[in-house]
């Protein structure tokens, strides 16, 4: 109770006034004989009572009409708020879908440009820490056709080779691996080497000294082994070194694994 009278105070206090004022003429005896002065006192009180009343009134029902239209106004904007959040996760699903088709049809202009069949399939993990550094796992099997040592590709760029099939699914081992090795060139100049992997780069070994190799050049597969086709992309030479009477080029990827969804994988 004492809550409520501390939260309406001043209101509570208004109407005492108001009721105080308007009940002074009863405590007078307004009689055909009193005195004219008495008359006009209470008349003057009685009109300037009704008019404070009719202020308190209008006052109370204007701030009250503003604070409805506030309640609505937040009501509405807390609507209006909920649909923008909506439209918002809808676009960002729209978004997702049409990326994921764009890359989905790149993958199939490049399988329908190759000669042997392959198969797409999405990475389903690629936590190092569950298949151990420098593996994934795709969502495609032997049910597929897909066999172990099969090249596993995005677009004209080397990813790793197939190294466990299952059923359903498959382990990669990619090209970053330290066990992974492939037959490789430079494609400006066909000097040859062999590209291995060292962790988060790769590494062209066996390069003979005169070879014509530089800072930038690219550097794709000869297709000279049973890894790759000839002409996948491998990586970027970004430092050359002497290595007992050789060469040897440190790569960066073409691709950054981390970030590719979709692979493709030839089955025969």
């Known amino acids: 109770m004492r809550k409520i009278f501390s939260k309406y105070q001043l209101f509570l206090s208004l109407i005492l006034i108001v009721a105080s004022i308007n009940l002074l003429p009863v405590l007078f005896d307004l009689k055909k004989n009193e005195n004219s002065l008495t008359t006009r006192l209470m008349l003057n009180i009685n009109l300037s009572s009704g008019t404070f009343a009719n202020y308190v009134k209008d006052g109370v029902r204007y701030y009250w009409d503003h604070y409805v239209d506030l309640v609505n106004t937040s009501i509405e904007n807390s609507h209006l708020k909920a649909q923008l959040q909506e439209m918002e996760a809808q676009n960002l699903v729209l978004t997702e879908v049409r990326l994921e088709n764009e890359r989905l049809k790149n993958l199939l202009n490049y399988k329908d440009s190759f000669k042997v069949e392959m198969v797409g399939a999405k990475i389903i993990g690629s936590n190092p820490s569950v298949i151990g550094p420098g593996f994934l796992i795709v969502d495609r099997g032997s049910s597929s056709g897909i066999k172990k040592g099969s090249p596993v590709l995005n677009d004209v760029r080397a990813i790793g080779t197939v190294d466990v099939v299952g059923e359903k699914t498959s382990t990669v081992m990619l090209m970053t ?7 490789a060139i430079v494609q400006r100049s066909r000097v040859r080497g062999i590209v291995v992997g060292a962790g ?8 003979e000294q005169e070879g014509d190799i ?18 996948i992309v491998i990586g970027t030479v970004t430092k050359i070194e002497l290595d007992k009477g050789l060469k040897k080029a440190k790569i960066k990827p073409e691709i950054d694994v981390s970030k590719i969804e979709e692979v493709l994988i030839p089955i025969n």
């Open 177 to 183: 691996n330290t066990s992974s090795v492939a037959d």
């Open 200 to 207: 988060n780069h790769y590494v062209m070994k066996y390069i």
């Open 214 to 231: 530089i800072v930038g050049d690219k550097i794709i597969s000869s297709g000279k082994d049973s890894m790759f086709p000839k002409s």
